[in-house]
């Protein structure tokens, strides 16, 4: 199988988002900048060639993969694996995202979070063979670069923005990331 990119992208932002809320699997929408946003990255994408765009089932990441889908003519798939972590009883609440855990103890674990996401970005790439989009949430996202870069990005080290882009590449079953937070896939 050759190099197959996957572009991890974050929803657009949320009134949530504005007031550093935890979402976690709540489905707040998008709000007015967050629409903008997604049409923004969506148009980034022109022309780029995407064989499919797998998103989260909430509706901040479905609008924001929606998008993308139409502006590339390609289909959207939702996953249920791809949703944002659950942050138990911080969710909804404003804590310090670095370290929610400091706050409570049933959170979904971070290795959890990345191997079900990490699945779906396997299964894809291996059943499209080309490359694809993905569009999540900053927990899920940042859960999976951290488990690929081994701890140097992700979870706990960085802060990603709404509508950004996050690039890995799949070559002979290796993942590694190409670049992270990019606001136009030309970035790489």
Same mark, same amino acid.
Request: avoid cysteine; proline fraction near 5%.
């Given at each position: 199988m050759s190099a197959i990119k996957i572009y991890l992208i974050r929803h657009g932002e949320t009134a949530?988002?504005?007031?550093?809320?935890?979402?976690?699997r709540e489905d707040v929408p998008l709000c007015a900048e967050g629409l903008d946003q997604a049409k923004s990255v969506a148009e980034s994408f022109m022309n780029v060639p995407l064989? =499919? !765009?797998?998103?989260?089932p909430l509706s901040r990441a479905l609008t924001t993969a929606e998008?993308?889908?139409?502006?590339v003519n390609?289909? !959207?798939?939702?996953?249920e694996d791809l949703t944002e972590r659950d942050f138990g009883s911080v969710s909804g609440k404003v804590v310090d995202i670095f370290n929610p855990e400091r706050?409570?103890?049933?959170?979904?674990?971070?290795?959890d979070v990345? =191997?079900?996401?990490?699945? !779906?970005?396997?299964?894809y790439a291996e059943t499209l063979k080309a490359?694809?989009?993905?569009?999540?949430h900053g927990g899920t996202i940042n859960a999976v670069l951290r488990a690929v870069s081994k701890g140097e990005i992700g979870s706990g080290k960085t802060r990603l923005i709404n509508a950004g882009i996050n690039v890995l590449k799949l070559e002979?079953?290796?993942?590694? !990331?190409?670049g992270y937070n990019l606001k136009s896939p030309g970035e790489i």
């Open positions: 949530w988002n504005k007031e550093s809320r935890i979402q976690g064989a =499919a !765009v797998v998103t989260s998008m993308i889908g139409k502006t390609a289909p !959207v798939y939702p996953e706050y409570a103890d049933d959170l979904e674990p971070l290795d990345a =191997a079900r996401a990490l699945n !779906v970005l396997r299964r490359d694809f989009a993905a569009v999540s002979d079953g290796e993942l590694r !990331v190409l």
